[in-house]
């Protein structure tokens, strides 16, 4: 099974960093200016073989080209007011990944908006409830707390089964996807940059392809048409952190001053 995933989060008006998704510096890095984002979805809508969502993701894929994904993690106020609408404009239908603790609060997609999302054909998943730094340190009780409450709000909402979830700041684990899946999840997207999907008990777990403020739509671009050597070169990069996560551990973390990716 195979899939090409672009991970974004919020989508700005120019220099207003702070007004969708969680504040500061380190969190802008991982923010579209609008302009930008409207550069990548054309340059992405050119080169992708096949857009989909998640539910179309199949053991025996049909040959062609892999399905990409467009998927939208923190559940910034911009999902609804900009990037929901582009993305319908140009033909596709994403996927928001929700805090569920930040529903309502400033910045954030309110609880209607969200129902809105889901009527619209897009797709809601869960991002935990908290956003933990690192969720594959979270003790059991928390890890299952983080799953199972943040599901079970979005199905309150949604008054359906809520399957999906991606993994906050790509603080992946197996433990993470056993506790997804126990709480019901059936896709997991990760930050792993790979188009490979794994399955843990009965969860599949899907990478994801960053794209942060300054990677330019040519390279989204290049990632959705399969251009094996960029993949690689995001491969490489993630490597690379993650052992510098396992040398530096929480100074790393302190160092980056963030919680998320
Ligand atoms: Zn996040």
Same mark, same amino acid.
């Given at each position: 099974?195979?899939?090409?995933?672009?991970?974004?989060?919020?989508?700005?008006?120019?220099?207003?960093?702070?007004?969708?998704?969680?504040?500061? %510096?380190?969190?802008?890095?991982?923010?579209? !200016?609008?302009?930008?984002?409207?550069?990548?979805?054309?340059?992405?809508?050119?080169?992708?073989?096949?857009?989909?969502?998640?539910?179309?993701?199949?053991?025996?894929?049909?040959?062609? =080209?892999?399905?990409?994904?467009?998927?939208?993690?923190?559940?910034?106020? %911009?999902?609804?007011?900009?990037?929901?609408?582009?993305?319908?404009?140009?033909?596709?239908?994403?996927?928001?990944?929700?805090?569920?603790?930040?529903?309502?609060? =400033?910045?954030?997609?309110?609880?209607?908006?969200?129902?809105?999302? *889901?009527?619209?054909?897009?797709?809601?998943? %869960?991002?935990?409830?908290?956003?933990? %730094?690192?969720?594959?340190?979270?003790?059991? !009780?928390?890890?299952?707390? !983080?799953?199972?409450?943040?599901?079970?709000?979005?199905?309150?909402?949604?008054?359906?089964?809520?399957?999906?979830?991606?993994? =906050?700041?790509?603080?992946?684990?197996?433990?993470?996807?056993?506790?997804?899946?126990?709480?019901?999840?059936?896709?997991?997207?990760?930050?792993?940059?790979?188009?490979?999907?794994?399955?843990?008990?009965?969860?599949?777990?899907?990478?994801?392809?960053?794209?942060?403020?300054?990677?330019?739509? !040519?390279? *989204?671009? *290049?990632?959705?048409?399969?251009?094996?050597?960029?993949?690689?070169?995001?491969?490489?990069?993630?490597?690379?952190?993650?052992?510098?996560?396992?040398?530096?551990?929480?100074?790393?973390?302190?160092?980056?001053?963030?919680?998320?990716?």
């Amino acid at each position: 099974m195979r899939a090409l995933s672009l991970l974004y989060h919020d989508v700005v008006e120019p220099g207003d960093w702070d007004a969708s998704g969680f504040p500061g %510096s380190a969190a802008a890095t991982y923010k579209l !200016e609008r302009r930008a984002f409207e550069r990548h979805l054309a340059a992405v809508s050119a080169a992708a073989g096949r857009r989909g969502t998640v539910q179309q993701l199949a053991a025996a894929p049909p040959p062609g =080209p892999p399905l990409v994904f467009l998927t939208f993690d923190d559940g910034g106020a %911009s999902a609804y007011g900009c990037i929901a609408d582009l993305l319908e404009g140009a033909g596709w239908r994403g996927h928001f990944f929700i805090t569920t603790d930040y529903l309502d609060a =400033p910045g954030f997609v309110t609880r209607r908006q969200v129902r809105d999302l *889901a009527a619209r054909g897009h797709v809601i998943g %869960s991002h935990s409830c908290s956003h933990p %730094s690192r969720m594959s340190r979270c003790r059991p !009780e928390h890890l299952r707390e !983080e799953w199972t409450r943040s599901t079970s709000v979005l199905a309150d909402l949604l008054g359906e089964p809520v399957r999906v979830g991606s993994v =906050p700041n790509g603080a992946f684990s197996r433990r993470v996807a056993v506790t997804a899946a126990a709480a019901g999840i059936r896709r997991l997207f990760t930050s792993e940059p790979t188009m490979r999907c794994d399955t843990v008990d009965g969860c599949v777990v899907i990478g994801r392809f960053l794209l942060r403020s300054n990677t330019p739509a !040519e390279v *989204a671009a *290049a990632l959705a048409s399969g251009k094996l050597g960029v993949r690689l070169r995001q491969l490489w990069f993630w490597n690379l952190k993650k052992v510098a996560k396992a040398v530096a551990g929480d100074a790393y973390l302190a160092l980056r001053r963030t919680v998320y990716d």
